[in-house]
Antibody, heavy 120, light 110 residues
Framework: QVTLKESGPVLVKPTETLTLTCTVSGFSLSNARMGVSWIRQPPGKALEWLAH???????SYSTSLKSRLTISKDTSKSQVVLTMTNMDPVDTATYYCARIISKWLPPDYWGQGTLVTVSS | QSVLTQPPSVSGAPGQRVTISCTGS?????????VHWYQQLPGTAPKLLIY???NRPSGVPDRFSGSKSGTSASLAISGLQAEDEADYYC??????????FGTGTKVTVL
């Protein structure tokens, strides 16, 4: 079955760079049109789209966070990595990765999410 | 930052029908991008409820329905049940090619 699992630090300091890994199973990142997105949700707040990447390496980023984000994939490891630079306490959130089976379709399978706290 | 606007909350008695609106702009919903809806129960990841404006994934009850018109979309829940109490989010894409979410709506069953 399709699963996605986020991993990374639970606590980062302000100004540090966050690196999150999404490990997928039940599908291949090399499948035509397949993609993975990263989405976050601050405690008690709304969902926010961060970035997505497709099997052909096409990428897209949130307009407001583009300068701080980098998304990449390692197909052989079934992993998608998101880095976010210059972390701030307002970036405290649960970070989710989710599968997209084709461009313009919604994420259908989601990971359980990982809570990242930014604090000194 | 949420680009799509939803009412903060809606409520209804069991069995009633409630609707949630999702208002966008000419750069997202109005540009022709489909609208999708998610249900999020407390402490869990969002679950896809409606895709492509009005389609239900397998397993989603037909009490849930969606529609789109112009720069807006709506989700309707008929025959409201206690288990429907959750947060609901609309989602689309915009001309920057990025995804966008709504502000979220909390549904309360009275």
């Amino acid at each position: 079955q399709v699963t996605l699992k986020e991993s990374g630090p639970v606590l980062v300091k302000p100004t540090e760079t966050l690196t999150l890994t999404c490990t997928v199973s039940g599908f291949s990142l090399s499948n035509a049109r397949m993609g993975v997105s990263w989405i976050r949700q601050p405690p008690g707040k709304a969902l926010e789209w961060l970035a997505h990447i497709f099997s052909n390496d096409e990428k897209s980023y949130s307009t407001s966070l583009k300068s701080r984000l980098t998304i990449s994939k390692d197909t052989s490891k079934s992993q998608v990595v998101l880095t976010m630079t210059n972390m701030d306490p307002v970036d405290t959130a649960t970070y989710y990765c989710a599968r997209i089976i084709s461009k313009w379709l919604p994420p259908d399978y989601w990971g359980q999410g990982t809570l990242v706290t930014v604090s000194s | 930052q949420s680009v799509l606007t939803q009412p903060p909350s809606v409520s209804g008695a069991p069995g009633q029908r409630v609707t949630i609106s999702c208002t966008g702009s000419s750069s997202n919903i109005g540009a022709g991008y489909d609208v999708h809806w998610y249900q999020q129960l407390p402490g869990t990841a969002p679950k896809l409820l409606i895709y492509g404006n009005s389609n239900r994934p397998s397993g989603v009850p037909d009490r849930f329905s969606g529609s789109k018109s112009g720069t807006s979309a709506s989700l309707a829940i008929s025959g409201l049940q206690a288990e429907d109490e959750a947060d609901y989010y609309c989602q689309s894409y915009d001309s920057s090619l990025s995804g966008v979410f709504g502000t979220g709506t909390k549904v309360t069953v009275l």
